[in-house]
């Protein structure tokens, strides 16, 4: 299996007429913008080809080195696409809470049936949820970096590993790469998690979708505190 180059990168998603910046993943941008959020963490995002549905990013940074910068203009089906008034659903607070999605308030964002809504109205018992994507519908330019590519199997494990557990971009991972296997030394921030088995999970149906890997292994090792 040949496997895909994998790149990190900086996005910044602006209002192709005005300018606005509506999301980006460069801190510096963020508060210069005045959108800077404590509770956001300000990382590269990992572009995999064919997986991010922004196919000019995509080639640009096929076709580009570490470093490169440039600015691309989207048109919204060549983005999120446009705006489908029919992902705009309303469900009973009943029946959310008996999904385990409880006080739930305008702005929140839920995940539902593998899908990710903004509630955009609560009202009388009755939530209303946008499963539109936020920037369905607009056009865009969009602020490329590309910060580091992934050039072999090992980085390739190393990249996947720190998506599917949300480890810092440039934290260390152990990996041991021998033939087709490969040995992991789960970092610490990893068993954090509450959902970590999840992740687990995610992590391996990744490595089988995206390399010929046949054999994981991962290590734990837990120091305990003590007076």
Known sequence: MAEKQFAWVNLTFRDAQTGKVYETTDEEVARKEGIYD???SYEPVLLIPGESGLRKVELFVEENEEGAKATIELLPEEAFGQYDPSKVRVFSAKRLEKEGIKDVKKG?????????GTVISVDGGR???DFNHPLA???LLVDVHIVKKVKNKEDIVKALLI???DIPFDA???VKMVENEVEINLPSIAYTKK????RKLRFLS???KYTDIKKVVFKEEHVLPRD
């Open 38 to 40: 404590e509770n956001y």
């Open 172 to 174: 260390e991972v152990e």
């Open 108 to 116: 929140d964002v839920l995940r539902m049936n593998g899908e990710r």
């Open 163 to 165: 998506r599917s557990f």
């Open 206 to 208: 990744d490595i089988m």
């Open 127 to 129: 939530v209303r949820v």
């Open 137 to 139: 519908g607009k056009r």
């Open 195 to 198: 959902d970590a088995t999840a």
